[in-house]
Nanobody, 122 residues
Framework: QVQIAESGGGSVQPGESLRLSCTVTGLIFDDNTMGWFRQAPGKEREAVSCISWSGSMTYYSDSVKGRFTISRDNTRNTHYLQMDNLKPEDTAMYYC???????????????WGQGTQVTVSS
């Protein structure tokens, strides 16, 4: 059974940073692309970032490009989203997911975590 555990969310002020972590068990981790999605209240879920199994290919949405960095440690079955220069519009529930497209970030028969809340406000 695949289990996904996300952590690292919180409340910060604009311009600050957070790092989200996602650990996956019950899956051959390094066979899968891994990604982050987010959903703000009243809005549709959107792809934020996706990383290939080797880490050599990544996708970022235009809204986070240059501020967020995705990475992974296959020895720990964990991937990360470093979020710098956070803005109020980044406020959302962030979800970790398996199997995304590094071309356009789309979810592909993904398995989802429960989500971790990120709130950015002054």
């Amino acid at each position: 059974q695949v289990q996904i555990a996300e952590s690292g969310g919180g409340s910060v002020q604009p311009g600050e940073s957070l790092r989200l972590s996602c650990t996956v068990t019950g899956l051959i981790f390094d066979d899968n692309t891994m990604g982050w999605f987010r959903q703000a209240p009243g809005k549709e879920r959107e792809a934020v970032s996706c990383i290939s199994w080797s880490g050599s290919m990544t996708y970022y949405s235009d809204s986070v490009k240059g501020r967020f960095t995705i990475s992974r440690d296959n020895t720990r079955n964990t991937h990360y989203l470093q979020m710098d220069n956070l803005k109020p519009e980044d406020t959302a529930m962030y979800y970790c997911a398996t199997d995304c497209s590094t071309y356009n970030g789309d979810a592909i028969s993904s398995i989802w975590g429960q989500g971790t809340q990120v709130t950015v406000s002054s």
